[in-house]
Structures are given as C-alpha cells and as structure tokens.
C-alpha cells in the first residue's frame, strides 16, 4: 500500500510525471467526460464523487484523474497498487477507513490497475463499499465486466477513457516544450511535424508521447548557447521507425487501406503485403485492418471461398489477444489468403439489391403463412396458417411463399462460377427448378 504517493512531484521525474496535470484545465483529450458541464468534471469540481470504474487503454488519464480528484476533495485520500497490497493492508486501510467515516471524514481510496487484484481482495473492499466507509475509484485496462467482481462492478459507475487524439498529443507536446515542469527552461528547436510524428508513434498514449519526447530532446543536438534542435536523424533513431507518409485521419489514411483492398481484389500478394505494412509500421490500429480484411472476406470472396471469413475473424481475434508487433504475422496470413482466394462479390450486390427493395417496401407485411403464432389471438387471425415445415418433407423443401406479394420473383443473390460457388449457383439452380414444377 501507498499514501499519496500521486503528489511526489520531484525534479528527477520522468517528464511523464513531472507534467501530469494537476487540474482539470490542464488536462487533454476525454471532452466526452470532463468538457465542461459533462457528468465526470461535475462530480471532480464539486468534489461528489462516489464509486467509479476508469476503463481505457494505458497512457489516456486515469491515474491523472485521480491525482485531479485527490487534489480536489476535502476527502481523505489513499492510493492503492495491485501489485503490492494484499488482503491484510486492505483491511487494515478499510478499517481506519470505518473510524473516519464514524467521525464524518470521508474516504477515497484509488485502486490502480484493479484487475489485478483477484476475487478475495475484490470482495474485501465491497462491504466497506456497501455501507459507505470508502469511495472506490478503480482503473484498468481490462474490461471490467470480466475482470471486476460483480457485485462490486454493480456499486460503480463505469467511465469509458478513450485513446488520445492526434491533436491532443501534440497540444501536450507543444506544453512539455514550454511549461518549466518540462523543458520551459531550456531552448528547444523541435518542429511542429516532428511533434506530430512523437504523436502518431505514441498512438494515443499521453505517457508514450511524452517519454519519446524526453528521449528526443535530451539525444538532440546542443550548440554552444545550449540550445537543443531535433534532427530528422535523431527523431528516427529514438522511434525506431521512418517518417512513413501516412495520416491515420486524413486522405493517406484512406489511400493506403483503399491499396490494400484493390491489391487483394487484384490477387496480388505482394502489394498487398507492402500496404499491410505501410499502414501498420506507420503506426495503425491492427485491429481497424483485421476490420477491414473481414469486410473483404465478405464482400469479394464470399462463398467462392466460405473459409475467407473464418480466417479474416481468427486474424482479428489474435490481433486482439496479442497486439503489435507480434500479431503482423496473422494479418500477413490473412491478406495474402484474401490475395488467393477466389473472388466473388455476389453477397454485396445482393445485399445492395435487397436494401433497395426493403427501403422502398418498409411498409410490405410479412405474408400471414410465416409468421409466428404464439398467442390464441394470432392464430384466429391466420398468423401462421399454411406453414410449411422443411424437415417433414423428403427433399428438405416446400413451395411455401417467403416473399412479400410485391417482390413474388425478385432474385438477390445470383452465385458466380468461382470456387466454391459454382457449386453453390448448381445447388441453387436445382432449388430454382424444384419449385418451379411444384
């Protein structure tokens, strides 16, 4: 267990901590929480917190909110760490807790990285939670819904943090630059496109963007009145990575994924492979990749290859489970299966056939014969009447109409001759010609 360790504010800090923010003024990014008159800021500024959950990536602001909060409140106020309290400083902390409740001092106690905490700490705090003796303020990268206690999840509000923005890095680099907590003291010549490379390799994490900061000034190059420019060479050097011409917001962006795409439409592994790389070397989401190569599973091979789907969603799920840099591998997979694969693009032309027809015909009933009947009512009105069940027939088909009277014909999906699907266009073909003489 610490205590107050948040207000350490010494000169040998990492810059990270020495511009941790200490009101809400100073703070970037979050506006859906602590712009001015959203719920979080309300509760901070006039000091009436309860119980609460901050649930977002590392390096957004969750340990900085509590050192806001602890700085607000009128509040007794203890940091926790899961890595280093057990059960016993938790009761001990708990119980000093109750003795301050009893003389009408209240309690905040700031739980980082809760869910390492496991089921019997958890529960440790919750009746302290229940009767009030504590406000529990818990952060964590993980989904709370799975790695918080239940019955101690239900008694806080989940606040969702997001990733920074571009811009909101760059604010807080251009502030490191001249608030005297950082470099304020010093001559620094660093320029505004190199600040925002600092922000795109740091990917929305305020502590990765302002650690790379600290590596690139104290490694730029000083002259004899000590001033300090950041060169393009050394820039490279502490991100390990070129300044590759990509903006994950603006026209590049859609550019290099439009690349992509085209690439694996075209069948052509290598390209596609380069641009996979553009993107996640310059610093994109892997998952917004896997994102789009499962829409392209779909969307140009479809079930000339049904497996496409399967292989696009396992890519996204090990992008999921272990991140950059080690998931580029599975994404290299996937796209160059995508590049392979046969091509069909029958499931977005019927999908965008059917959409036109649903939009015009929103108001077109179900027909009476599959609709479902479970009430008496229902069923004295037809709901259901004629319905044909497929399984009790020996070809596993019926000639029942599924289609509403002012669509009677209309076709959507028409299976191309490639891979698999030409298959699938014999079977439906048959399907057509059963009906047909039925």
């Known amino acids: 267990m610490e205590q107050k360790s948040l207000f350490d504010n010494q000169d040998n800090q990492p810059l990270a901590s020495r511009l941790r923010p200490q009101d809400l003024d100073e703070f970037v990014g979050q506006s859906h929480l602590i712009g001015e008159g959203k719920i979080l800021r309300r509760l901070i500024e006039e000091d009436k917190i309860s119980s609460l959950i901050l649930w977002g990536p590392p390096g957004v602001g969750k340990t900085t909110l509590a050192t806001i909060i602890a700085n607000k409140t009128n509040s007794a106020f203890i940091n926790f760490s899961a890595v280093t309290s057990g059960i016993k400083e938790i009761k001990t902390v708990m119980a000093q807790a109750e003795e301050s409740r009893k003389l009408g001092q209240k309690t905040i106690v700031f739980v980082d990285e809760i869910h390492r905490f496991n ?3 958890q529960d440790a705090f ?14 964590t990268t993980e989904n709370p819904s799975f790695e918080v206690n239940g019955a101690l999840l239900s008694r806080c509000k989940v606040f969702v943090l997001q990733g920074l923005k571009t811009q909101d890095l760059v604010a807080l680099l251009k502030r490191a630059i001249t608030d005297k907590r950082g470099f304020g003291n010093q001559k620094v010549n ?11 390799f740091a990917n929305g994490d305020a502590r990765n963007a302002l650690s790379t900061l600290e590596m690139v000034v104290l490694n730029g190059n000083v002259n004899e009145n000590g001033e300090i420019t950041v060169t393009e060479e050394t820039l490279e050097q502490c991100i390990s990575k070129k300044s590759l011409l990509y903006d994950k917001n603006g026209e590049e962006h859609y550019n290099v994924i439009s690349a992509l795409h085209k690439s694996m439409r075209n069948s052509d592994p290598d390209a596609a492979v380069y641009w996979l790389a553009r993107m996640l070397e310059a610093g994109e989401d892997p998952l917004y990749v896997a994102r789009r190569v499962t829409r392209f ?7 000339a290859d049904p497996h496409a789907l399967e292989i696009a969603v396992a890519a996204y799920q090990a992008c999921h489970f272990i991140g950059m840099p080690e998931c580029t591998v599975n994404l290299t997979e996937a796209v160059i299966y995508m590049s392979l694969a046969p091509k069909s693009n029958a499931m977005e032309i019927a999908y965008n056939m059917a959409k036109i027809d649903a939009i015009k015909e929103l108001a077109e009933p179900v027909p009476l014969v599959i609709r479902n009947a479970p009430t008496k009512l229902m069923k004295e009105l037809d709901y259901g ?45 048959k399907i057509k010609d059963w009906k047909k003489t039925h």
């Open 119 to 121: 089921k019997a700490q």
């Open 126 to 139: 919750l009746p302290f939670v229940e009767k009030g003796s504590i406000i529990l303020i818990g952060a």
């Open 190 to 200: 660093i320029t505004d496109e190199q600040l925002e490379i600092v922000a795109k």
């Open 297 to 303: 599973a779909s969307e140009d091979v479809g079930l």
């Open 385 to 429: 009447k004629g319905y044909q069940y497929a399984h009790d027939t020996e070809e596993k088909l019926t000639n029942m109409q599924c289609l509403p009277d002012s669509l009677l014909g209309r076709e959507y999906y028409m299976p191309t001759e490639q891979g698999l699907e030409a298959k699938y266009k014999q079977k439906l073909q």
